[in-house]
């Protein structure tokens, strides 16, 4: 028997692991069951390539058994194994190279270095956080003599020759108080299933099944031992995507998300070079229920190695994508990587990256049957318009990927196409935003660019404005919203300039009507059936934009008014101009403005007040 002593960082890795981590204890047996899987797929890769492997059994699995008197669990696998100078290199040292390159950079601050646990793996040291000795006896395939190694983890351990059937690893824990309610069958497998249900190789766990027999006196309870498979030990994923059909992915997809329906897009990749790893992405049919809350739960699980990680990190793909379901599987992240990490592990980043590429080319392929994809659309249309805003490094793949509404014809239109129908005088993408689709085909603001065949598109979500007022620009094209007053600068003829000084007197009188009901009132030049109209002013947030911020409470915002435009070729208008009753001028000026409003969709103020007006010219028109 040789015993030995721990090197010191061993020893302070230890503390610091159980002082870390204690509150997720329950993950040593997740660690420990992929130490097994890991030493099974070496086994098996060695068999298949390694001659003097050839004969050696492949009896692939991982048996749990517990005792809850003795309070001990015993994790066995049936892997490759190790001999005495493995046990010493590779459990007693830190010569790996994650945990030596762990070690260098602890600081001795107690906050910054639990932090740093999370971007290395913590691994068979974990145990040590639910048991007071452990034992290992171990066997490497290929050798006679099976060692083994005990340790309390508190610095030094013993290595002696030890017995065993055949090659693989049993790892005996003798649990302490935290470790007690390890000895549970329930709890073992809720544990087992929620880490390690994709582990590829079978987890049988050991149980007393207890039932009762006979009547009365004679009643007695029988115990039997039994043994279950845990884990489902398939990772469809992992699996070759010519193997896998259709349904496979269906099924695969319902179980995970309960969603009754097929999913609408499914996207399988498999990568293999500096990194590896495996994505499997879907998009549903519907919208997920609560993708509009600030709450909203990530649909994308993280894998290392098929060991489940994580369903709770948004940083996994960019919020915009948080309809997207599927998991992502890393060979190359540590078990124990933690959420901070996750935020700028450069590995995480390429993943995702390369996720986000792969997915937006799926859209813009389904982009190509233009009918599918208005229901893809339809669906998560909103949500590509975030990424719009959000999501700069991706924005012109999005622009190609949004729709929206046309003074074209009743269908929805991608940019692109708007921009090839564009007549050669034509410089820039024309927009009306407002609440409504049927308000926006009948505002008076489109009546200049409807008689000049100037195609506007219809922004008729609420999101719309504040987006593409962020966004700017399509390719070269400046997307310009004609509720704005300087829209119209471009379609002025010199006529239109003339009309406009002749009006000038008028103007003033309304101006003084409406006093500071309005920024401004002007002569318009994008008006021919309704008289008058209202805009905003060049970078002001239009009149519905107003309206949203009201509504999502935000009160403090200044009071913006519009202004009003009038058409100095309408009829009214030439009316008003010789209008000198002095109280009719003022009622109508003030009817101009409230119609205008009216057709804006804004609330009226006082509608007592509108209604009175109206009588009074009523009154006289009779
Ligand atoms: P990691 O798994 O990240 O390498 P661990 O601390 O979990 O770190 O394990 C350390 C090393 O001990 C492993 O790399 C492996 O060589 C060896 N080992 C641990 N458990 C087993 C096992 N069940 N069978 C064979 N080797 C094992
Ligand atoms: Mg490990």
Redo the contacts with the bound molecule.
């Keep these: 028997m040789t015993k030995r002593k721990f090197e010191t960082e061993v020893s302070d890795l230890l503390q610091l692991i159980i002082h870390s981590l204690y509150s997720h204890k329950e993950i040593f047996l997740r ?1 420990l069951i ?3 899987s ?2 099974l797929d070496k086994l098996r890769h060695l068999t298949l390539v390694e001659e003097e492997y050839k004969s050696i059994e492949f009896a692939p699995r991982i048996d749990i058994d517990f005792d809850s008197v003795a309070r001990t669990l015993t994790i066995s ?1 049936s ?4 001999n005495q100078e ?1 046990l010493v290199e ?2 007693g040292t830190i010569a ?1 190279s ?1 945990t030596r390159k762990f070690v260098e950079q602890l600081t001795g601050d107690k906050k910054a270095d639990s932090n740093l646990i999370g971007q290395f ?1 913590v ?3 974990s145990s040590f956080m639910v048991a007071n000795f452990v034992e290992i006896i ?1 066997r490497k395939a290929g050798e006679e003599q099976a060692w083994s190694w005990r340790s309390n983890g508190q610095g030094d351990y013993e290595i002696s020759e030890a017995e065993r059937d055949s090659h693989g ?1 049993t ?1 005996e824990l003798r649990l302490n108080e935290a470790g007690q309610e390890y000895t549970n069958r329930w709890g073992l497998e809720s544990i087992i299933k929620k880490y390690s249900n994709h582990i590829s190789y079978p987890i049988f766990l050991h149980f007393e099944d207890s039932r009762f027999e006979g009547e009365g006196d004679d009643r007695k309870e029988i115990k039997e031992p039994k043994i279950e498979q845990v884990n489902e030990a398939s990772a469809l994923w992992k699996r070759s995507k010519r193997e896998l059909k259709d349904e496979d992915y269906q099924k695969f997809y319902q179980s995970m998300t309960n969603d009754s329906q097929a999913p609408m897009l499914t996207l399988h990749n498999q990568a293999e070079g500096t990194l590896e790893y495996t994505t499997l992405f879907f998009v549903p049919k519907e919208t997920p229920a609560d993708i509009f809350h600030a709450n909203y739960r990530s649909g994308v699980k993280l894998y290392v190695k098929r060991v489940f990680i994580t369903d709770d990190s948004k940083e996994l793909l960019p919020p915009w994508l948080r309809f997207v379901r599927g998991i992502i599987d890393s060979e190359d992240l540590p078990l124990n990587v933690s959420r901070e990490i996750l935020q700028q592990n450069p590995i995480m980043e390429s993943i995702r990256t390369a996720s986000v590429k792969k997915l937006l080319e799926e859209f813009a392929r389904l982009a190509e049957d233009e009918e599918k994809y208005l229901v893809f659309h339809a669906e998560f249309g909103r949500l590509l318009k975030e990424g719009l805003y959000t999501d700069y490094v991706n924005r012109d793949k999005l622009l190609e990927l949004v729709r929206y509404k046309t003074t074209r014809d009743e269908t929805f239109t991608s940019l692109a196409a708007y921009q090839e129908r564009m007549g050669e005088d034509q410089k820039v993408i024309y927009y009306l935003t407002g609440e409504k689709e049927q308000s926006l085909r009948q505002s008076p603001l489109l009546e200049a660019y409807r008689e000049k065949k100037i195609e506007v598109l219809l922004l008729d979500d609420e999101v719309d404005e504040i987006v593409i007022s962020a966004v700017g620009k399509y390719k070269e094209l400046e997307l310009v919203s004609i509720n704005r007053s300087d829209a119209a600068e471009g379609l002025k003829t010199e006529d239109d300039k003339a009309a406009e000084r002749e009006i000038d007197p008028l103007i003033a009188r309304i101006k003084e009507v409406l006093g500071d009901q309005v920024k401004e009132v002007k002569a318009s030049t994008r008006l021919s059936d309704s008289p008058c109209c209202l805009v905003v002013d060049g970078k002001d947030p239009s009149i519905q934009m107003q309206a949203l911020f009201k509504s999502m409470g935000q009160d403090d915002m200044p009071n913006i008014k519009p202004i009003l435009e009038v058409n100095p070729n309408h009829e009214i208008i030439h009316k008003l101009e010789k209008l000198e009753d002095e109280t009719l001028f003022a009622a109508s000026s003030r009817l101009l403005l409230e119609q205008a409003m009216l057709l804006e969709g804004v609330e009226m103020q006082n509608p007592a007040e509108f209604v009175q007006r109206l009588n009074t010219i009523l009154n006289r028109a009779l």
């Design positions: 660690e992929s130490n097994g890991d030493a696998d892997g490759l194994g190790m493995d590779q459990i790996r994650g793996g691994g068979f040291y171990s690893t790892i």
